[in-house]
C-alpha cells in the first residue's frame, strides 16, 4: 500500500526551504524545533489512535496571515471590521463539512474537542432547559439574562443530569466527568460495558437512562474499540426525552470515509454531533460541531459564550482538510485504517494477546496487558524504549486505575496515512508482543512488583528499533519532501 497523503514533494520540498529560511533568520532554534520534530516523526512508529500526519496543504494554511484577524461572531455578522476572507474560509469550512458529513448545520469555530463539547453542552442547555428564569425574564436567550435571572438558571443548570460512558470502559473526560467542567455542570451518571464480552449493551444502557431520565445521553469514546449503533442510542434518548449528542472525535474519518453508514453513523442520529479534526480525520488539529437545525442558533453562539475569537489560519486548514477529505482516495484510506486494526488485532491475538472486547471494528485496539504481568504503564514504556510509540489506558473495570492502568492503546490512523498495509501491522502485532514477553517488573522497594519499573531481555530492545525501521523506511513519511 502505498502512502495516502496527497501532496507534490517538490512543491512541498521548496514551500518549507523557504519558511524554515524565513524562520531561521528571526529564532534559529525554533527551525531547528520544526526540522526535528519532522525527523522524529519520521524515525517513530506512531501508533497512538488519536495521532495522525495532515497533509502539507492543510499545515501550510495555517502559516499564513488569516491568523492575523479577529472574528468574534459568526459569518457576516462579525463585530470587527475587514472579516471577508475569513468569512470565506469559515463558510468554505462549513459548507465541506455539511456536505462530507451529509449535516444541516455546520460550526467549524471551535479550537478543540473540549471546546467543541463546551458549545454543544452550552447549545444544548439553551435550546432544551425549561427554565422559570427564561421565562420570568421574557427572555429568548439564556445570553439575554440579566445576572439576578443567572443566579436563578445556575441553580436550575446545576440540577441538570448526562450519561455517558464510563472512563474505564473508553469514555471522555469532557462527557461529564469531575475533571472537566462538565463533570461540574451536570450531575453525571455513566454506563460500562458487559463484564463478559466488553462490549456495550444497548439494553443497560437504556435500563440506566430509565431510571437516571438524563438531559443528554452521550455516545462516543476515545478507547472502545468497536462501533457503536447509533439508531439504538437515539431511539433510547426519544425513549426517556434526551437529546442525543455523540462525540466522534476519535472515529470522524471513519465517519467521513463510510466506513460507518447507517445506523453506526452518527450524523443523522445524534441531535449534536461533535469532534475533533486532527485524529482520524486528519485535518489540523481544532473542533468542530455539526447539528440538527434546532439547535444551530444556539450552537452558532458558541464564540464569545465559551470560546475565545474564531482561529481563521485554522478554519482555512479545516476547509482544506475537509476538501481531503471529501476526495475518493480519502474512503480508500478510512477502509484501509479500518482493515489494518483487524490485521492488527488479528495479529496480536494469535499470538496471545488478550484484547478487550477480542477484536475491533473500528481505527484501535485495547491490549490488556495484565496477561503479560505488565502494568500499562510499564508496556508503554518498554515499547518507546523498543521504537514503538503507543499510550497506556485504562481497561474496563481497571485494577491498576488510571494512572498505571492495565492497558494499552494501539491506532492505525498514522502508519496507514504513511502507507503500512496488513501484512506490516501484521509485523508490528509480532514486535509489539515479542517486547511485551520479553519484559518483567522488577521488584519494588516495599516488596512485590514495581507498577513502574521493569527490565527487557538483553537485545529485544535494539533488535525491535531495527524491525521498526526497516518498516518504517519502507513507508516513509511525506516522501521526497527533503529540507535541505
Ligand atoms: N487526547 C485524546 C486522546 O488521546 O484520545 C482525547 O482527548
Excluded at 349 to 371: E, P, Y
Aim: charge should be negative.
Amino acid at each position: 500500500m502505498s502512502q495516502s497523503l496527497p501532496f507534490d514533494a517538490a512543491q512541498a520540498s521548496a514551500a518549507y526551504r523557504n519558511a524554515l529560511d524565513v524562520i531561521g533568520a528571526v529564532e534559529p532554534n525554533v527551525a531547528g524545533a520544526i526540522r526535528s520534530e519532522l525527523a522524529d516523526q519520521r524515525a517513530s512508529l506512531k501508533l497512538i489512535a488519536s495521532e495522525n500526519y495532515a497533509s502539507p496543504a492543510v499545515l501550510l494554511t495555517m502559516g499564513t496571515w488569516l491568523s492575523d484577524k479577529y472574528a468574534e461572531g459568526t459569518i457576516g455578522h462579525r463585530f470587527y471590521a475587514g472579516c471577508q476572507n475569513i468569512d470565506t474560509v469559515e463558510q468554505l469550512a462549513a459548507d465541506h463539512a455539511m456536505a462530507l458529513f451529509g449535516a444541516p448545520h455546520a460550526y467549524v469555530q471551535p479550537h478543540s474537542g473540549i471546546d467543541a463539547n463546551l458549545v454543544a453542552f452550552w447549545a444544548i442547555l439553551a435550546q432544551r432547559i425549561e427554565s422559570p428564569a427564561l421565562e420570568k425574564a421574557g427572555a429568548k436567550h439564556v445570553n439575554d439574562l440579566s445576572e439576578a435571572d443567572w443566579e436563578t438558571l445556575r441553580k436550575a443548570l446545576g440540577n441538570q443530569r448526562a450519561l455517558g460512558m464510563s472512563l474505564d470502559a473508553g469514555g471522555h473526560l469532557t462527557h461529564g466527568f469531575r475533571p472537566n467542567i462538565s463533570g461540574k455542570m451536570f450531575h453525571q451518571s455513566s454506563y460500562g460495558t458487559d463484564p463478559q464480552t466488553g462490549l456495550l449493551d444497548y439494553e443497560v444502557v437504556r435500563a440506566r437512562a430509565r431510571e437516571f431520565k438524563p438531559l443528554i445521553l452521550i455516545a462516543g469514546y476515545s478507547a472502545y474499540p468497536r462501533k457503536i449503533d447509533f439508531a439504538k442510542m437515539r431511539e433510547i434518548a426519544d425513549e426517556v426525552g434526551a437529546v442525543l449528542m455523540v462525540d466522534m472525535a476519535h472515529f470522524a474519518g471513519l465517519v467521513a470515509g463510510k466506513v460507518f453508514t447507517g445506523d453506526f453513523d452518527p450524523v443523522p442520529h445524534a441531535h449534536v454531533t461533535t469532534t475533533t479534526t486532527h485524529k482520524s480525520l486528519r485535518g489540523p488539529r481544532g473542533g468542530m460541531v455539526l447539528c440538527q437545525p434546532e439547535f444551530a442558533d444556539s450552537v452558532d453562539r458558541g464564540c464569545p459564550m465559551v470560546l475565545g475569537g474564531p482561529l481563521g489560519h485554522v478554519m482555512a486548514a479545516k476547509a482544506v482538510a475537509l476538501a481531503e477529505a471529501r476526495l475518493p482516495s480519502f474512503q480508500t484510506y478510512a477502509q484501509n485504517v479500518a482493515s489494518n486494526a483487524v490485521a492488527l488485532a488479528e495479529g496480536l491475538t494469535k499470538r496471545g494477546a488478550h484484547l478487550v472486547t477480542g477484536g475491533t471494528d473500528n481505527h484501535l485496539v485495547l491490549i490488556d496487558v495484565s496477561a503479560f504481568g505488565l502494568t500499562g504503564r510499564q508496556a508503554e514504556s518498554a515499547l518507546l524504549d523498543s521504537g514503538i510509540v503507543t499510550n497506556r489506558n485504562a481497561i474496563p473495570r481497571d485494577p491498576n486505575g488510571a494512572w498505571y492502568t492495565s492497558g494499552v492503546r494501539i491506532g492505525t490512523p498514522a502508519l496507514t496515512s504513511r502507507g503500512f498495509d496488513a501484512a506490516e501491522f501484521d509485523r508490528v502485532a509480532e514486535l509489539i508482543v515479542d517486547v511485551l514477553t520479553a519484559t518483567s517488573p522488577t521488584a519494588a522497594p516495599s516488596g512485590g512488583a514495581s507498577k513502574a519499573k521493569y527490565v527487557i531481555a538483553d537485545g529485544v530492545a535494539d533488535k525491535t528499533h531495527a524491525a521498526a525501521s526497516e518498516l518504517l523506511d519502507a513507508n516513509p513519511l511525506y516522501p521526497g519532501l527533503e529540507l535541505a
